[in-house]
């Protein structure tokens, strides 16, 4: 079993930031690679950033790349997401997720409840 618990969603200002927060627990969570992903009202789920079990390859959406950082404490099994220059645009629920191998290929196999982003404009 992979549980993920996601925190620090809230309503910030346009251009404001905000640090997403994911405690993953299991005692494999350093073997799997991590993403972010986000889901507003009435549109699909999409991606927005990917971590590799050791931090060796990151991936951003088009949309957020330059903006958002996703980062990583194995030692504290800890999955983050810094959104820097929000827009209105960002307004989401934002999901954390585990992909059950090494490596963000695929569809991740475990999610987490979500937490809510609104930006105000």
């Known amino acids: 079993q992979v549980q993920l618990v996601e925190s620090g969603g809230g309503l910030v200002q346009a251009g404001g930031s905000l640090r997403l927060s994911c405690a993953a627990s299991g005692r494999t969570f350093s073997n799997y690679a991590m993403g972010w992903f986000r889901q507003a009202p009435g549109k699909e789920r999409e991606f927005v950033a990917a971590?590799?079990?050791?931090?060796?390859?990151?991936s951003y959406a088009d949309s957020v790349r330059g903006r958002f950082t996703i980062s990583r404490d194995n030692r504290e099994n800890m999955l983050y997401l810094q959104m820097n220059g929000l827009n209105p645009e960002d307004t989401a629920n934002y999901y954390c997720a585990a992909y059950s191998r090494p490596n963000f290929s695929g569809t991740p196999g475990y999610w987490g409840q979500g937490t809510q982003v609104t930006v105000s404009s």
């Open positions: 971590i590799s079990w050791n931090a060796g390859s990151i």
